[in-house]
């Protein structure tokens, strides 16, 4: 399935975490270890190691709303990432690598999505997506509903969380998107889980859920040696390191990553993490 990383901190080039490390974002979008698997019928293990499907990136700099770069190709093959990533400098800034499973490939479907201050982004699946698409859409805001330009669950689940709050308040506005999604998707019959590994921002804050049906959700891991993300980023300059929210560590140092517990909902808030329990609402 999908790749993807949030930071916050000091500003740093978005190249020390999307393309210097030894496990880094690019080096996933060929060579991912961690969940990558779709439950599709018939496919062996290990069918889906690559994230090729499209890519994007997000930051903020000195305006209110962030910059946004996606593309239809994969990520190892646009030379475009490998220069702007060297040369934008931000202290907030997401990354996403897609490896398709509802909707096709194409620009628009690409990751982040952006409304006025917000990103988002997500790895998993609304099982059946297909079959509840129109009662989902249906209860997206007038004014949001033409703003959805591909054809992906994400980015209907983003519009959605919108409508129900979550530029107010993220975690009761994700909590009601998704228990809208789950109740959709049981009066339809569809037995498949839905799978909700995603991260936001506002600009200012990063907030990310692990939650899934059946309690197997993608991965989500914190940084938790935030001193060793100096030797990560393989830079000599001192100073204090960030936090970072993504879905497979950076590296092989397992001591500098910490699993996020099944149902949660994390907060990444003038400096400091923390985890709460997630419940859809009913």
């Known amino acids: 399935m999908c790749r993807w990383l949030a930071y916050s901190g000091p500003p740093i080039y978005l190249e020390e975490l999307i393309v210097k490390p030894s496990r880094s974002l690019l080096v996933q979008s060929r060579f991912a270890r961690e969940n990558y698997l779709v439950d599709i019928e018939g496919l062996p293990d290990g069918a889906f190691p690559t994230n090729g499907d499209g890519f994007g990136i997000?930051?903020?700099?000195?305006?209110?709303?962030?910059?946004?770069?996606?593309?239809?190709?994969?990520?190892?093959?646009?030379?475009?990432?490998?220069?702007?990533?060297?040369?934008?400098?931000?202290?907030?800034?997401?990354?996403?690598?897609?490896?398709?499973?509802?909707?096709?490939?194409?620009?628009?479907?690409s990751h982040p999505f952006a409304y006025r201050n917000w990103l988002f982004q997500h790895n998993g699946e609304i099982s059946g997506y297909e079959q509840i698409k129109r009662q989902l859409q249906f209860q997206v805001r007038d004014d949001l509903f033409p703003l959805i330009r591909g054809t992906t669950d994400t980015e209907t689940a983003f519009y959605l969380a919108i409508t129900m709050g979550l530029c107010e308040d993220p975690k009761a506005g994700m909590e009601r998107m998704i228990g809208e999604v789950e109740n959709t998707r049981a009066k339809a019959g569809i037995e498949q889980p839905v799978r909700f590994t995603c991260a936001m921002t506002d600009g200012k804050n990063i907030f990310a859920v692990r939650y899934s049906s059946d309690r197997d959700s993608k991965t989500l891991y914190v940084n938790h040696d935030r001193e060793g993300m100096q030797e990560l980023m393989g830079d000599e300059t001192p100073r204090l390191p960030g936090h970072i929210v993504l879905s497979e560590p950076l590296d092989d140092c397992s001591d500098r990553w910490d699993p996020v517990p099944e149902s949660s909902f994390v907060r990444v808030c003038q400096g400091e993490i923390e985890i709460e329990d997630f419940k859809p609402a009913a």
Do not use: C, T
């Open 58 to 109: 997000g930051w903020y700099g000195d305006r209110e709303f962030p910059g946004v770069y996606r593309d239809l190709r994969p990520a190892w093959s646009d030379e475009n990432l490998l220069s702007l990533s060297a040369h934008i400098k931000s202290g907030l800034f997401m990354a996403h690598l897609r490896a398709a499973y509802h909707g096709i490939v194409q620009r628009s479907n």
